[in-house]
Structures are given as structure tokens and as C-alpha cells.
């Protein structure tokens, strides 16, 4: 990780969760960070976790789902930094949505608005800036879920499974993309198992939420050293696809 430090990260729901676990990790490993989310508050209160972090953390308020708003965000970070060199694309959001009945159209367009469209307007706009100013082995990261791999049984949850299918192949077509440009920046698709966050009872699932706490499940920060592990690879090598369970899971 040394050849990280001083560079610039940007890491989207760094609220809470899995987002604020690597943003903590990064700033650990001397990173300049960005945490992106809609509550800034929490963000700006990491840095009290990580001596030494206060000057290297940034808490900047936006909301991934909104193209603009994104814009606004890497433009701050272009203004700020003058480039970027790692991207995080953690923020999602998970909501019950049958797909039978009446489905709730506004919940399932806010699923792939988050967890789809707002990991492509960051991707775009961090390789626009990276292109812009001369960098060229950045990392992009996407945080990805095992329901990504395999329609695991989650009445309610399958257009959120259907979100994360398409970050898996998005993952896949950037590879392939940023290969053909014969760049040098890598593309890490994780895929976690069950994790204890917020994610479920943020979007009003609390039964779910009771199953995850009653069942075998990471913490963030398992999460976070798998995000570590990848970027910490020589540069000679890409790390694409993670996925990690917690031991003894039963999907």
C-alpha cells in the first residue's frame, strides 16, 4: 500500500457500514480521502477515529443517484486535488419490492438509480478526470454483493439481486474496455456475503435485518481488508472478483 499514500481516494456512503470502514482503512494507509455521502456529518466524524486523519479526510455531501449532483462532487475534487487515483463505488441501497402485484415502481427506479446508475455516472466521471490529468494505474473498486453471482432466495429483494447482476457484468465490461485502451488502471468487482450494516433497515426491512443479525455475517472491516488485499497486488496484477463469505454461511 505504500505506493497509495499522499494519493487521492474517492469513496462513495462513507457514512456508514462497509463505506466508512475503508475510508477509515485508507486513511490508515496515509490516503487522501473523499467520503461521499448524503449524511456528511458522519462522515466528518471518522476522522476522530484514525489519529493523524483530521487533515486527510474530506467529507463532501452528494447523492450518487443524481447525475448532477455527481458532477458536482468530482468537480469539487478536480478543484481540490487537481486529479484522483482510486475510486470506491460503495454506495447502495436495498428495498423490499415484490415483483408480483403492484410493484412499486418508485422503489425499484431508486435501486437502479443508486446501485446501477450511480456507480456508472462515478465511474465515467473519476476516468474522465484520470484521463484528463495523466493518470493512468488508478483502481476502481466496486462493492458488489454475492447475490451479484447467483439468484440466492430473497422474496422482496430481487430487483436489488438484479442490480448487483449488473455490476457484475459492468465490472466485466470495463475490464475489457480499459484493457482495449491499453490503460493501466484495474477494475476490482467484491462481492461480499452477509454483512452487519444498515443496509436492510435503512430500507425498512427489518426482517431481514433480524435474519442477518441471527445469522453467520462479516463485519465492515472484513470488507474493508478485502478492499486493502486488492489494492495492495503489484501492479502487474489485477484482483477482479472477490467474493467473501462469512464462515459458515448457508446461501
Known amino acids: 500500500m505504500d505506493r497509495w499514500s499522499g494519493h487521492v481516494a474517492v469513496v462513495t456512503g462513507a457514512s456508514s457500514g462497509i463505506g466508512a470502514a475503508i475510508a477509515q482503512e485508507l486513511l490508515r494507509h496515509g490516503m487522501q480521502v473523499v467520503g461521499v455521502a448524503r449524511r456528511v456529518e458522519r462522515v466528518q466524524e471518522l476522522a476522530s477515529s484514525v489519529p493523524g486523519a483530521k487533515d486527510r479526510l474530506h467529507a463532501v455531501k452528494g447523492d450518487v443517484s443524481d447525475e448532477a449532483d455527481v458532477a458536482r462532487v468530482f468537480e ?19 428495498r423490499n419490492v415484490p415483483l408480483t402485484g403492484s410493484a412499486n415502481m418508485t422503489d425499484m427506479r431508486a435501486v437502479f438509480q443508486t446501485n446501477v446508475f450511480g456507480l456508472l455516472y462515478c465511474t465515467d466521471a473519476a476516468l474522465t478526470l ?9 483502481h476502481i473498486i466496486h462493492l458488489n454483493s454475492i447475490t451479484g453471482h447467483s439468484v ?8 436489488y439481486v438484479a442490480s448487483k447482476f449488473a455490476v457484475t457484468a459492468l465490472t466485466e465490461g470495463l475490464r475489457r474496455e480499459l484493457r482495449d485502451a491499453n490503460l493501466k488502471t484495474r477494475i476490482t ?35 474493508a481488508h478485502a478492499v486493502i488485499f486488492a489494492m495492495s497486488a503489484p501492479p502487474t496484477v489485477q484482483v477482479h472478483d472477490v467474493i467473501i463469505k462469512p464462515l459458515g454461511e448457508m446461501i
Not at 484520470?130 to 488508478?138: A, C, I, N, P, Q
Request: proline share 7%.
Open 189 to 223: 468487482c467484491i462481492s461480499p456475503g452477509f454483512v452487519r450494516t444498515e443496509i436492510a433497515s435503512a430500507g425498512g426491512q427489518m426482517e431481514l435485518d433480524q435474519m442477518i443479525t441471527s445469522m453467520p455475517a462479516m463485519q465492515p472491516s472484513d470488507i
Open 130 to 138: 484520470m484521463k484528463d490529468t495523466g493518470v493512468d494505474d488508478g
Open 76 to 94: 469539487w475534487v478536480r478543484k481540490k486535488f487537481g486529479k484522483i487515483h482510486v475510486l470506491i463505488n460503495n454506495a447502495g441501497i436495498a
Open 152 to 159: 440466492v432466495p430473497l422474496p422482496g429483494n430481487y430487483v
